[in-house]
């Protein structure tokens, strides 16, 4: 039986195994792993893209969250505004910087937050608004942004799965005050194991997180800003992100093309599939459909060779870590429908035409059968 994988990472890296190699090469002649001048042109490069004025190389997208609300102040008794229909690692950097996760709900259609929703949770104790753009779909920022504006908050954007998003011509990561990247391998901007990297316009933030990245460091040995982390980028994984770096553009576009085509073969399905608002530039990290049927027609996908994945089958108000937040059922109600019916379908640049349409087809039968 054919089997179609949610990601292909193997496909990707065998497209540009030449330049990967001497990458790798490269680095293993020069004796130097830790930071050094692999990451310097790398975090250049990104700026570059991104349209940002600094950027700084940290070991992962959660490290990434974690000094930048570091760097931002962002400590015990603030509260910090998020959204519960994420990964666990946004609200993670909130709770180990001592301050408290504020849920607000997000909106239907794409799954971000809802910033009328903000609105509600501010307190005197807000400090920030943690966005994220979920599946690469950017969030409503010019509402979010005159929002903090008016309550004088940082604005921290997770572009963990939104490397090249657009939202109004701008970069994700470059509209807030902090940008926050993975660089996890399955991310559309992958390396080949943990990375993550912080962006910003405000040379304070920036000259933080560096010292903070390097346990606290302004000068080693010799000057200490705080207790720091030890969250490095490997000039390994840098110089591997700096081949893939040059296909990203090319690499998001065909992620769009094959989102085209899914919605073309699956717009008479009865489910809901995604959405690109006006203004925005959705770059699919992940194609995302929803349905009642769910966890049925999953099982048929798999019986059918296809790999897919719920992100997230439970927001995070929900889960018994947070507790003691007191949140319970029905405090977000479209994060919590959500939660039951998104599903992720395979979507990865390499993905054939042919395999779309076996999976569009698989997922019509699906919907139809009658063993249901």
């Known amino acids: 039986m ?19 190699d001497a990458a790798i090469n490269r680095v293993l002649e020069s004796g130097r792993f830790i930071l050094g001048p692999e990451v310097e042109e790398f975090e250049r490069l990104a700026s570059e893209y991104l349209g940002t004025k600094f950027s ?26 998020t959204t519960p229909f994420t990964f666990i690692a946004t609200t993670e950097a909130i709770r180990r910087r001592g301050a408290r996760v504020v849920f607000a709900d997000i909106l239907e259609d794409t799954y971000n937050l809802d910033p009328e929703e903000i609105e509600k949770k501010i307190t005197r104790k807000t400090k920030a608004i943690l966005v994220v753009h979920l599946y690469g779909h950017p969030a409503d920022m010019d509402k979010i942004m005159e929002i ?4 004088n908050l940082k604005v921290v954007e997770d572009c963990a799965q939104a490397f090249g998003a657009e939202y109004n011509g701008k970069k994700v990561g470059s509209i807030g005050d902090v940008g926050c990247f993975s660089f996890f391998p399955t ?17 304070e933030v920036a000259e933080k997180a560096r010292a903070l990245r ?7 040995y010799r000057e200490y800003i705080a207790d720091g982390y030890k969250s ?11 081949v893939k770096l040059k296909y990203i553009d090319e690499w998001n576009e065909k992620r769009r093309e094959k989102a085209l085509l899914y919605n073309e073969l699956l717009r008479n399905a009865p489910i809901r599939l995604p959405v690109e608002k006006p203004g925005c530039k959705h770059i699919y990290y992940s194609y995302v459909i929803a349905t009642e049927e769910r966890e049925r027609l999953q099982s048929y996908l798999r019986e059918k060779g296809i790999e897919t994945v719920v992100y997230y089958p439970i927001p ?9 937040l007191k949140y319970k059922e029905g405090d977000f109600p479209r994060a919590e429908k ?10 990865y640049p390499e993905l054939s035409e042919e395999d779309i349409r076996f999976i569009c087809e698989v997922v019509k039968e699906g919907l139809r059968s009658s063993s249901w």
């Open 214 to 220: 390097v346990h606290g460091a302004k000068s080693k």
């Open 232 to 242: 490095r980028l490997d000039a390994l994984q840098a110089a591997i992100l700096r």
């Open 338 to 347: 959500a939660a039951e019916a998104v599903l992720s379908l395979p979507m």
């Open 56 to 81: 700084v190389g940290v070991a992962s997208g959660t490290d990434a969250i974690l000094l930048a609300l570091d760097a931002l102040g962002i400590g015990e008794g603030d509260e910090v505004i």
């Open 316 to 324: 995070l108000h929900l889960i018994s870590l947070y507790r003691g």
């Open 148 to 151: 903090a504006k008016t309550h």
């Open 2 to 20: 054919k089997k179609i994988p949610l990601v292909d990472l193997v496909a990707q890296y065998h497209s540009i195994k030449d330049e990967i």
């Open 187 to 203: 991310k559309n901007l992958g390396c080949y194991g943990d990375g993550g990297l912080i962006v910003t316009e405000d040379q």
